[in-house]
Structures are given as structure tokens and as C-alpha cells.
């Protein structure tokens, strides 16, 4: 794989929103991603298989706090390494703007997600009860100090 990491721009929309019905059960909309181009507080990545897009990954700075809002890769990409390089994409941007920390979100029962932070460096720090829909579920808040 050919990987690379760039600012998600209108020719990943189709590919990013079709992601979004795979991985999660209220996703996104094309509309909604796209807002998101516009957006000063946004920043949005996509990994990208030489033309093919693989993932991306979004996050919200403000006030000097990072939060992620998604993060996805196609089934057929996972477990190469996209999602670990979209969140060291995150995490030097959110250095880069001078925030102390990356947070997130994750499904309580997302094994695979969960060994994946706790790798890269992340630790529990709360949980929000009920915070998903289809099916109901706990998240666990995910933090890593940068």
C-alpha cells in the first residue's frame, strides 16, 4: 500500500460518505462532511491509497482542546496501518495549534478501536453513559497529553 495523508478536500466526499454508511450506524451525510471543508475549527484527513481513498479522520480545536469526531477505514484496509497514521496525522495537528491533548469517543464494546488508542498512547478518562444509538451504548472517553 502507497499510503498517504491529506487535508480532505470535495473529491473524497463520495468515497467518505459511502465509509460512513459501512462504519456507523447514524452516519454522517455528503452534506454534513462537506460543511466541514468550510469549517475554521474543523480538520479533516483522508488517507489515501494512491488515488483510492482508504479513511479519514476528523477533529474540532478549540479553545485549545482537540476532540475527535470520526475516525474510519474501509473493512479491506484495516490492520495496515491507515488509522495509526491518521491519528499521528491528528495528534501533530493538534500540536501544531497548541492544544495540550487529543480526545475521543469510542464505543465501550469496540475491542479492536480500543487496542488501538491504549497502542498509540491513549487512556481512559470518563465514560458518557448512553451516548450511542443502534444499539444503545456506553462510550468510553478516550484522552491522550501531548
Known sequence: ???????????????LAEL?????????SY???EEELTNDTAHFFTALDGEEVVGYIGLYIICESCFV?????YPH???KGAATALI?????????????FISLE??????????????????EMGL??????NPPEDALIMTKLL
Open 20 to 28: 460512513e454508511k459501512i462504519c456507523f450506524s447514524q452516519p454522517w
Open 77 to 79: 484496509y484495516r490492520r
Open 128 to 133: 458518557r453513559k448512553n451516548y450511542y444509538r
Open 88 to 100: 499521528q496525522t491528528a495528534c501533530d495537528c493538534a500540536k501544531e495549534h497548541g492544544t495540550d
Open 1 to 15: 500500500m502507497n499510503l498517504t495523508i491529506s487535508p480532505m478536500a470535495s473529491e473524497h466526499l463520495d468515497a
Open 31 to 33: 452534506q454534513s462532511l
Open 106 to 123: 469510542v464505543r465501550k464494546s469496540n475491542a479492536e478501536a480500543l487496542s488501538l488508542y491504549e497502542k498509540l498512547g491513549f487512556t
Open 69 to 73: 469526531s470520526n475516525i474510519a477505514v
